[in-house]
């Protein structure tokens, strides 16, 4: 995967209630999004809304936005009720699947599960959006543990060939959701970008880490998303309840496009 535009990407969690609040905000920000040239858009509806709206992005050949969902089940097929397949999503238009997202693990989803999403994925033939962040960070420095571990372990066994479709979303559990809008220092993501990059160097090579995107999510808004995106020298973003308004979501689009 080339790093050079910039990754967008809209994680709607349960929203919007009805298909057809979810068709007005997607086409409001396919406006926006289709014009672009140095930004990548996806979009991860609730499953239920997949198809329908990849629907909208076939009948014209858009090059620059996608669909994505936001989790998969770990076994490929079989008798699990109430679950969602890899094969499925991708049969229904879908091209990228966010794994690992804190709301998941704070549920009980492990690294080890996380591992398992990720392999089916990647046999189904999706990009996958692999999310680690630290609960917390205290001054010791143990929060780059928590992150070393988060990425060894999710991506053990995930090949060289394999990781050229993953991409990584920084996502510290303390920014995500936050009342106050406050994130991150773009000096610290900086910093955390790099240590990200030096982990995943000593599981594969240089070449191949380069060209893994590393984004970052977490109460982002029109306002902190220049900032972040340029001085915090990553390839994308993971918006959550901004990418539910078409005002900001395509603020933030302009905004990576000018980076
Ligand atoms: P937020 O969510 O932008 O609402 O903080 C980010 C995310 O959970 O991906």
Known sequence: MKVKKKIIIGNWKMNPQTFT???????????????????ITVICPPYIFLEGLSEKLSKKSFKNIFIGAQDCFNESAGSYTGYVSSI??????????????????????????????????????LTVVLCVGEKERTTNGEYLGFIQNQLQNSLLKISKYQVSKVIIAYEPVWAVGRKDWKTIDPRDLQ?????????????????????????????????????ILRDGRIDGLLVGRASLSIEDFSAILKEAENV
């Open 191 to 227: 910093e955390m970008s790099l240590f990200i990059k030096k982990i995943l160097t000593q599981i594969y090579n240089k070449e191949v880490v380069a060209n893994i995107p590393i984004l970052y999510g977490g109460s982002l808004l029109p306002e902190n998303a220049l900032s």
């Open 88 to 125: 499925m999503i991708k049969s229904v238009g879908a091209e990228y699947v966010i794994l690992g997202h804190s709301e998941r693990r704070a549920r009980g989803e492990t690294d080890e599960i996380i591992n398992l999403k990720i392999k089916v994925a990647l046999e189904a033939g």
């Open 21 to 39: 609040e979810a068709k007005k905000i997607f086409s409001g920000i396919k406006k926006t999004a289709s014009v672009l040239k140095k930004v």
